[in-house]
């Protein structure tokens, strides 16, 4: 099974340290970056949001591939094996790890999101996405959205594919530091999921979850200052999809 890693950057930062990872690992691989470096497997592609990073990237797959990999730049992966291994049944079309985020807001919020994501996966993970490449093929290009790993998880249900959520292949990566920044991080996260629902038809119980979505959000009151943000950036994310935001770039920087 041969597979090929796409690899998306922003800019130069971690790409030196990804570029070494990969080569441990001995793939393949070719990563998009909006700066122009001098290497012969990072190419340039200013940078229009990662959906169009997806798009152009189709031209550097290897005819011959079976999976192809897409992991963000900024991450270390783990137990890639174990995912791997899930493509031994022929149904399954994708498959996405988890995200190890060890300190911050996330930390918490992924022990909320995985139980859920364990019995439906209402979203998907663009830190480390498996897919094969004949199923790549069926949901490419994809339209200008800010979750474009969720869009094509949905996408990939649509076109009837099965997918797995493996938690023990990981991808550890930083995320928010404060519980303020949080609402932007879910701000993004939120119009973004519901673009890619009015991109694609998902499975009737995933769009049933988001529109209970809002109506529920109070309840992460109770997590205490990272639900209050969570709620507010829940809250924000559905206005500015209501209010026509069909972007797929997002200019603030919720790490700094």
């Known amino acids: 099974m041969k597979v090929f890693f ?4 922003r800019d130069r930062r971690h790409v030196y340290e990804k ?10 691989y070719k990563i998009v970056c909006g700066e ?12 229009h949001g990662k959906y ?7 031209s550097l797959i290897p005819g011959d591939t079976d999976i192809v990999a897409m992991n963000d730049v900024d991450t270390k992966i783990h137990n890639f094996d174990v995912a791997l291994k899930g493509f031994d049944n022929p149904k399954i079309g994708l498959i996405f790890g988890t995200e190890l985020v060890k300190s911050g807001p996330q930390h918490f919020f992924f022990k909320l999101m995985n139980p859920i994501r364990r019995k439906l996966p209402i979203a998907g993970s663009g830190e480390l996405l498996l897919i094969r490449r004949t199923v790549l093929e069926e949901v490419i290009p994809l339209k200008p959205c800010k979750a474009e790993d969720t869009l094509i998880l949905f996408k990939v249900m649509e076109k ?8 023990d292949c990981y991808a550890e ?21 519901f673009q890619a629902l009015s991109y694609s038809h998902p499975p009737i119980s ?11 959000s109070p309840l992460l009151l109770f997590a205490g200052e990272n639900g209050y943000y969570w709620m507010r950036g829940i809250l924000f994310g559905l206005k500015d999809f209501l209010r026509g935001d ?6 603030t920087n919720y790490l700094e």
């Open 160 to 167: 009837n594919h099965e997918i797995f959520f493996c938690e």
């Open 173 to 193: 990566t930083e995320r928010t530091k404060t519980a303020s920044k949080e609402e932007d991080y879910k701000r993004k996260t939120v119009t973004g999921i």
């Open 36 to 47: 122009d470096l001098n290497h012969p497997n990072v190419v340039y592609q200013p940078a």
């Open 246 to 251: 069909r972007t797929g770039i997002w200019k």
């Open 206 to 216: 995933i769009r049933i979850f988001y529109i209970l979505l809002p109506f529920a």
């Open 52 to 58: 169009a990073a997806i798009n152009f990237s189709m």
């Open 19 to 28: 570029i070494k990872e990969l080569e441990a690992l001995k793939f393949s």
């Open 6 to 9: 796409i690899v998306l950057a």
